[in-house]
Each structure stands twice: as C-alpha cells, then as structure tokens.
C-alpha cells in the first residue's frame, strides 16, 4: 500500500505553536523550504529542508526539533495542531450508531487506514469475528464512531445501557475502551462523555477496566460464537450476567463461567453449541452426530473411541475398567494378566494357568508335552520338522530331554536331564541355547553339527578323529534321518542312502565313517574313498 502523505509548512505549524504557547521560538535561518510530512497510513513524520549548499534532505520530526529549534519546544503539542488541521480538513464526526451498525464499525475494510493506532491492531476486526458482534447486537449494544465525510472509521468504542456495579445500585450507560487510529481523537470523546455524564474506561491501554461492574439479563440463546470484550470479561452463562470480574450476587446462582478472551476460531465456545457435548471421560468437545450415549458414562463418547468387549461399549480412555493388552487388545482390566515367560499383558479368558511357571499361557503360544503345559518360548523345548523344506508336514514339539544335542565340548554328546546344561561353573546359559539353530542342508534331513535334534527322529554317528595318546573318538555328531534306505557305519548306526548323504561319508575297510581327514595311532595319514 502506497503512503498517504500530507505536507505542512514548518513555518507556518511554529507560528501558531508560539501563539498558543507566548513563545518565540524561530525556525533555523541556514535551512530552506522546510516542509513537514504527515504519513497518515503510518502515523508518522518527517522533515524535508535544502541546506545552504543545495542539497535536499530529510529528518525526523523530533531530531529537528529538538537540535535545530529548541529541546524546550514540546514535539507533541506540533503533532496536535498537524492532527487537528487534518482533521478540519477530513470533516470528522462523532456519532452514536444503533447496535445493527456494529459490524460496520468493526470491519477493518471500513477503516480510514488500516493497522494503525489501537484501531487498527484490534483482534475484533476481521470477518472470522463479524459472527460473534451478534452478542452486542442481541444485548442492544450501541457504539460510538468517529467518522469522515466518506463514512470511514477513525475510532470506535462500545455504550452498554444499564450497567450495575456492586458499589452503586443504580444504573448508567459505560463506554468502554475506545480505539482510534490516532490519540489526537480523544477529546472528541472527552466532550461526549461529559455531556451525558457516562462512566468510562480508563485510559486506551488494555486492561484497565473497573472491577465490579455488571450487566443482567442477557439475550445468549443459540450463542456459540462470542466476542473478545475489555470491560465485561467474565459470562456467568447459566444466568446470563456478564461482569468484569468475578463477583458473586445473588443473582449468580452457579459460578461457572467464561473468559471472554478468546479470539481463535472467531471466538467459538464449543459449550454453548448445542450441537457438540463434553466427552465422557476427556471432556473435550465433540460433535453429537460422531459420538454415541454409552449408559455406564451418562455421556457421549466419539465412535473412533468406542471398544466393545462382549457387547458392552467402553471408552478407550477409561483406565480404570479397560485396559490395552499387548496380546489381546482391549479387554477389562480384571481380566488382564501378564503372561508367563514374555510379561506380555494379555486376557486370561484367551488363556490357560500352566502349574509348571504358576502363570497364565496364552492359547496361541501352548505347547503340551506330556500333559504339561510349557510356553512357546520357553528354552526347554524346541520345534522339529525333519523334512523343514516341506510345508506340508507339521512340526513336532519337544522338551530337551527327549533330544541329542549337536555340540563340540568335553561332555561327548551327553543325554540332557530336566536341569541344564553348561559349558564351564562361569557361563551361565546353557550351550545349546548359544549354539546356532539347526537348519536342513537337503531334503532328507542332513544337519549342521550344532542345534537339538529329538532322539526319535536322531541317530548317532562317529565322525573318526582320533585321540592318540587314549586311542578312542575325540567327539561324535548327531544327524537326523527318516530311518528308511539306511547306510551301516563303523558303530552300527543308520543313515540315510542318498546322492546327497553319500557326499558326508567315506569307506575304509568296507565301513562308511564321517567324511573328514583323521589320523590312526600309528599317524599315518589315509586317502578319502570316493
């Protein structure tokens, strides 16, 4: 926006200074065509003057002022004489408008120049607030105006009729703050105020509002939008007084309130709307059509909020009877347990109390060996598949007694007990846990060495390397095999006859061992049969 400019000659504005001030003050005999600005948009002055030399230049009014004539001349006297010459010249009036002409008066578009002055940086002047001046409207609210001869505001402020104060029991008409582009208009105010013998808002600063003041009987029906106010900040609602601070009358019969200093969403007050209600439990408001009564809550709760437990609806927030269980979701909190092994919360009613951990097993991690029941992941059991590339055949389960264990210690592939098994008195888990899980190398079932393997689907095998000094097997390693188109080893024991478990194996003196490279007491170093 380009910058409305009014110019004024220095000359001229000090001569009438010195006549209303018995003063003598000159203007600077080395400066030339001296010129005051008034930039009207900005509220704001300037000075422009050649100097002896020519050159044209340009000050504030107040350096000038004060180095070039006097620091003694008053700087704010010189801006009332420029302020009230552009107002002769503009044709201000003062005027009180009926309450309908509210949101004229407040609309920025209708200002002289906007964002200047108090008037101008007002919270109420948009049209997201042109809604809720129907509060002033409906409470016959007048305002009064100062306007120019092209109906443009210059300043605005409220008169509210039949104003209470706790301290007087009789009636008066309040202005309240008034807001204007520019404090040169205050006294036409002044003049108004006195005429009528109104009471009045202090200063135009916020927040100078005399306490206990009131005004009864408001018309709030079908409200939901109100406005920021100075004077009256507080609405006792439920009754229909609003009063400038908190007072208590018999009138107020509940002491509820609202601050009537919101201005986001055009000062929206969710709890006047009687299409939205507090949420049971959060008490945030919603809308009614997305929520439903739940009977237990006497309230509403949001359908996104709603858990059904066995046809019950509870609210997701309600700590206190439903609770969010890893396992299960939603369910009622004396329903709700932690689960052996994984301390995962979960529904007993989805479960079953296993004797072996005096805990509750969930129905998908259940695993009965023997008519006990043990945890998926407890580390006394392990899943079997002998075929594990084949989909179609389930795995079997087992507990670690019942298998051979793949391992390369001291303890040659020693039976496990129900207790456990450790590499040294300082390790304390047990090998096999540590050991990689067993995987098939083929179809029909060869193993890697480490991994538990059940005795019912296992056989044992020498891999033939020898000690020398005790002449006897350092270790063995346990495979799997179907049992079927078996191969005899050195020991007795069976595998599998295939391309693929022949690549394992060697004959020497017409006896299959492990194929590896290994040594006999004599050290003499053997050739692999193919």
């Not at 930039?39 to 002055?45: A, C, R």
């Not at 919270?123 to 105006?145: P, T």
Request: with cysteine.
């Amino acid at each position: 926006m380009a910058n409305i400019e009014k110019k004024y000659k220095f000359g001229d504005i000090l001569k009438e200074y010195n006549e209303e001030h018995y003063s003598r003050h000159i203007a600077p005999v080395d400066k030339f065509n001296v010129t005051i600005v008034y930039v009207i948009n900005k509220n704001s002055f300037f000075v422009t003057y050649t100097d002896k030399d020519g050159h044209k230049l340009s000050t504030g009014l107040e350096d000038f002022i004060y180095y070039q004539v006097s620091h003694s001349c008053n700087i704010s006297d010189i801006k009332r004489i420029i302020y009230s010459k552009e107002e002769e010249s503009l044709n201000l009036k003062i005027e009180i408008w009926p309450p309908n002409k509210i949101r004229y008066a407040y609309l920025s578009s209708n200002y002289f120049i906007k964002d200047v002055g108090h008037l101008g940086k007002s919270c109420m002047r948009s049209k997201e607030h042109q809604k809720s001046l129907n509060f002033y409207v409906k409470n016959n609210v007048r305002i009064v105006v100062i306007t120019d001869d092209r109906n443009k505001i210059h300043a605005r402020a409220l008169l509210w009729n039949n104003v209470k104060s706790i301290k007087n029991k009789e009636v008066f008409t309040y202005l309240d703050r008034i807001y204007t582009r520019s404090d040169s208009l205050i006294p036409l105010y002044s003049k108004l105020i006195t005429e009528n013998s109104w009471t009045k808002y202090e200063s135009t600063s916020p927040g100078n509002a005399a306490n206990n003041l009131y005004k009864d009987n408001l018309n709030i029906k079908g409200m939901c939008h109100l406005p920021f106010t100075d004077t009256f900040k507080y609405l006792y609602y439920k009754d229909n007084i609003v009063a400038s601070s908190q007072i208590k009358i018999k009138a107020i019969k509940c002491l509820d309130y609202l601050s009537l200093t919101q201005v986001g969403e055009g000062g929206y007050f969710p709890s006047l709307d009687p299409n939205r209600t507090q949420e049971a439990i959060t008490d945030e408001y919603i809308s009614k059509k997305d929520a439903i009564f739940v009977k237990r809550y006497n309230g509403f709760v949001l359908k996104r909020n709603i858990i059904d437990i066995n046809g019950n609806y509870y609210s997701c927030h309600d700590r206190d009877k439903i609770i969010n269980t890893e396992i299960d979701g939603y369910v009622l909190k004396e329903n709700s347990v932690n689960e052996a092994i994984t301390y995962k919360t979960m529904n007993k009613e989805n479960g079953e109390f296993s004797t072996k951990y005096n805990g509750w097993i969930h129905k998908s991690n259940i695993i009965n060996i023997g008519n006990i029941l043990y945890h998926k992941q407890d580390p006394d059991i392990i899943c079997f598949k002998i075929e594990a590339n084949t989909k179609s055949k389930a795995a079997d389960w087992f507990h670690i007694s019942e298998c051979f264990i793949n391992y390369d210690r001291v303890e040659l592939n020693k039976e496990l007990t129900m207790g456990k098994l450790y590499s040294s008195s300082k390790d304390f888990m047990p090998y096999w846990a540590r050991s990689s899980v067993y995987d098939a190398t083929n179809r029909q079932g060869v193993l890697t060495k480490r991994g538990l393997i059940p005795k019912k689907y296992a056989i044992i095998v020498y891999n033939l390397i020898y000690n020398t000094s005790s002449n006897k097997l350092i270790y063995q390693e346990v495979y799997c095999t179907n049992r079927s188109g078996t191969i005899q080893l050195v020991s007795g024991e069976l595998v599998i006859d295939s391309f693929n478990n022949r690549k394992h194996l060697k004959k020497f003196n017409n006896k299959y061992y492990i194929r590896e490279n290994f040594k006999l007491s004599d050290k003499k170093q053997l050739l692999l049969f193919k």
